[in-house]
């Protein structure tokens, strides 16, 4: 295809800066105080300066659906299990591995007496008997308790609001003992259980603060090696300080860790350079080229997936997205290649499937995922072209009107004119009008269905290609698209329960489900998988990243300047 003038000049200019929301994105540039930054040597103290893109949306881990709260949990919380630098679940609160029943469907587990709440209680096996139940409480409006769905025994009949959440078949035989009963075996399940949804409450002090619990944080309280400090809610700088109450203080150096946005990536890389950041976040292209082979560079394959998500139903009518013929068109409408090659220039590599690769690999081949399911939809413009022509005849109009939603930082605004231009260029009669707004505004106005394609990104919350694929299930709380097929919530269902035992089989299916969701009903155009660059000195010792869960650890990190 014959590439446009305008179409060179946002290439070279591009940048990428979005964030997971399990997955999303965000923000506006941070305060900066002056000054050098105070790692150690003088005050005595080790202190870590990062600089992050995106708010907190919510510190309540039953409401969390974003990379950057989860990030938040990763530091300051602990459920049953963690994650090691290699992203292996290994025992956290639970003393060590549990008991399992023949048929592979109770476990017992033993917690650890040591742990506590950095408000001196302690953490019990009730903890994560009313978190759990609170989450799968549809009062409590948690958007992912369909992960308690076929994995809990009666997680799916009181989230569909047929069963009363003291059902769920989880007990406290003990203040240190839990026992749980599954539905059928999962064998994912210790990385499930290290996801932050998964987490203990304190019921006591959840009850206490009512809605004002994780509003900021002197409505939060801590398991983990971190407190979480001076978070308002809404602004552009938090702390953490180490917590006196964790169970392995002695293994935690860092005794401060001061956070702040910066949307701009002038000025992160500006912090960095003038000694006022330890750390950045994600680099965008500009910087990435311009930085990569340097010493301070690090570069990590994530495992996330990013894609354009098709609204299909908006205030409870169909939009033009209902028709498959357009949703195919624009998903082929746009090169993936020069995107990453071009614009994003971070490691991130063009994803013509839905699931990342790393993420699973055949139970008898070992063969990855991504590997053996294939290219699902590539660039093709004549193809595009071809299904716009269809789709528009079918919708009976000549041109559409479609809003494109994205972030409000710099990296995001330059990407969605990068998508415009090629959306626009390549279908005739197409107009998009983009819509770049705050983090949390994006995140609320795809909650609500109130928009036609959004910018989106969705990071696994633990190691099977289900995290991805159970999410367009029908009225599934994170498909927000108006997606529903009986033939795929059947071929979910079948994976979840009916092959359970059966991992061959089971791996079957999910290939099966992915082909239907990007192939045959285009519900999302794959774009990426990222790859991130970010900046840090050397002198920041043990960060460790993570392909799912919080985007990194710092509970073994040392400043050794």
């Known amino acids: 295809m014959k590439k446009s003038k305008y179409y060179l000049i946002i290439a070279l200019a591009l940048t990428v800066g979005l964030v997971l929301s399990a997955c999303n994105s965000g923000s506006d540039s941070g305060s900066d105080d002056g000054g050098d930054s105070n790692n150690s040597s003088e005050s005595g103290k080790q202190v870590l300066n990062m600089i992050e893109t995106a708010e907190i949306p919510t510190g309540d881990p039953a409401l969390a659906t974003d990379a950057s709260s989860f990030i938040v949990f990763g530091q300051t919380m602990e459920g049953l299990y963690i994650l090691d630098e290699n992203d292996n679940p290994i025992p956290a609160i639970a003393d060590g591995e549990p008991e399992i029943s023949e048929d592979g469907k109770e476990y017992t587990f033993k917690l650890r007496e040591d742990a506590k709440w950095s408000n001196g209680d302690s953490v019990t096996a009730n903890d994560f008997v009313y978190a759990w139940k609170r989450a799968v409480d549809p009062e409590t409006g948690s958007q992912y308790a369909y992960m308690f769905s076929g994995i809990i025994e009666n997680a799916t009949a009181i989230v569909n609001g047929e069963a009363d959440p003291e059902e769920l078949s989880v007990e406290a035989t003990d203040d240190y003992t839990l026992k749980v009963t599954l539905e059928e075996p999962v064998e994912y399940l210790n990385s499930l259980l290290a996801f932050g949804t998964y987490l203990p409450l304190n019921e006591e002090f959840v009850e206490e603060k009512g809605d004002d619990f994780g509003t900021n944080s002197d409505n939060m309280l801590a398991n983990g090696p971190f407190?979480?400090?001076?978070?308002?809610?809404?602004?552009?700088?938090?702390?953490?300080?180490?917590?006196?109450?964790?169970?392995?203080?002695?293994?935690?150096?860092?005794?401060?860790?001061?956070?702040?946005?910066?949307?701009?990536?002038?000025?992160?890389?500006?912090?960095?350079?003038?000694?006022?950041?330890?750390?950045?976040?994600?680099?965008?292209?500009?910087?990435?080229?311009?930085?990569?082979?340097?010493?301070?560079?690090?570069?990590?394959?994530?495992?996330?997936?990013?894609?354009?998500?098709?609204?299909?139903?908006?205030?409870?009518?169909?939009?033009?997205?209902?028709?498959?013929?357009?949703?195919?068109?624009?998903?082929?409408?746009f090169d993936k290649e020069a995107y990453t090659e071009q614009v994003l220039s971070n490691g991130s590599v063009p994803a013509d499937g839905y699931v990342p690769r790393g993420l699973a690999k055949n139970p008898e081949s070992g063969e990855d995922f991504r590997e053996e399911s294939g290219s699902l939809i590539s660039y093709d413009v004549e193809k595009a072209q071809e299904y716009w022509e269809k789709g528009l005849q079918e919708l009976g109009v000549d041109e559409l009107n479609l809003d494109y939603l994205s972030d409000d930082t710099e990296n995001a605004k330059k990407t969605s004119e990068y998508f415009k231009n090629q959306l626009e260029t390549n279908l005739e009669g197409l107009t998009v009008n983009l819509k770049n707004v705050p983090f949390k505004v994006r995140l609320d106005t795809v909650t609500k269905q109130d928009y036609d394609i959004v910018m989106h990104g969705w990071g696994p919350d633990y190691l099977d290609p289900m995290t991805f694929l159970d999410l367009y299930v029908t009225d599934g709380g994170n498909n927000n698209t108006g997606y529903s097929s009986e033939e795929y919530d059947q071929l979910i269902d079948d994976a979840k329960v009916k092959y359970a035992n059966d991992p061959a089989k089971r791996w079957e299916v999910m290939l099966e489900a992915e082909k239907l969701l990007v192939q045959e009903d285009t519900v999302v155009a794959p774009i990426y998988q990222r790859g991130r660059l970010t900046l840090i000195k050397p002198y920041v010792k043990g960060l460790e990243e993570h392909l799912f869960g919080p985007d990194y650890s710092l509970k073994n990190v040392t400043i050794e300047k």
């Open 227 to 333: 407190v979480l400090e001076e978070w308002d809610g809404t602004g552009l700088n938090w702390k953490y300080t180490k917590n006196d109450e964790y169970y392995d203080l002695d293994n935690v150096s860092l005794d401060e860790v001061n956070v702040q946005i910066s949307k701009e990536p002038g000025t992160a890389v500006n912090l960095f350079e003038t000694g006022k950041a330890d750390r950045t976040a994600a680099l965008s292209a500009e910087y990435a080229k311009q930085y990569k082979g340097n010493e301070n560079a690090a570069t990590f394959e994530e495992g996330s997936s990013w894609y354009l998500k098709f609204n299909q139903k908006r205030n409870g009518e169909e939009t033009p997205l209902a028709n498959e013929n357009i949703r195919k068109a624009l998903a082929m409408s």
